[in-house]
């Protein structure tokens, strides 16, 4: 449940960025992604849209995607998205408790982009 409430806030948090942080807006303003964040189980999903400055979020499992971050467990995706680490990632990918599916450089980018809004 928690996951699910952090995925929900993650994209309004991200639709209002979109619109009043003018470092936010120049990082998306040119690119098309779909970055989707689910359980290893399919149980819990988001999909977050980039569509050149605009953002949206949709909940649930989609097969359209640019990347995908697959976490173990909710318990595990919640851990790593709300760590203060920079490492966090990485050591879950290492550990085995994270898979990046599709492009990864767009994991990369999605996380550079949240950097800039919550730091």
Do not use: C
């Amino acid at each position: 449940m928690r996951f699910t409430l952090l995925l929900f806030a993650l994209g309004q948090i991200l639709k209002v960025a979109s619109i009043t942080s003018k470092p936010f807006k120049h990082y998306i303003r040119n690119t098309d992604a779909r970055v989707l964040i689910k359980t290893r189980d399919n149980q819990r999903a988001r999909l977050f849209v980039f569509n050149k400055g605009k953002v949206s979020s949709m909940a649930g499992n989609h097969e359209t995607f640019d990347v995908a971050l697959i976490f173990k467990d909710a318990a595990t995706g919640f851990s790593v998205l709300t760590s203060k680490k920079k490492d966090a990632s990485f050591n879950a990918a290492a550990e085995g408790k994270l898979k990046v599916a599709g492009m990864s450089f767009f994991a990369q980018w999605f996380e550079d982009g949240t950097k800039i809004i919550l730091s």
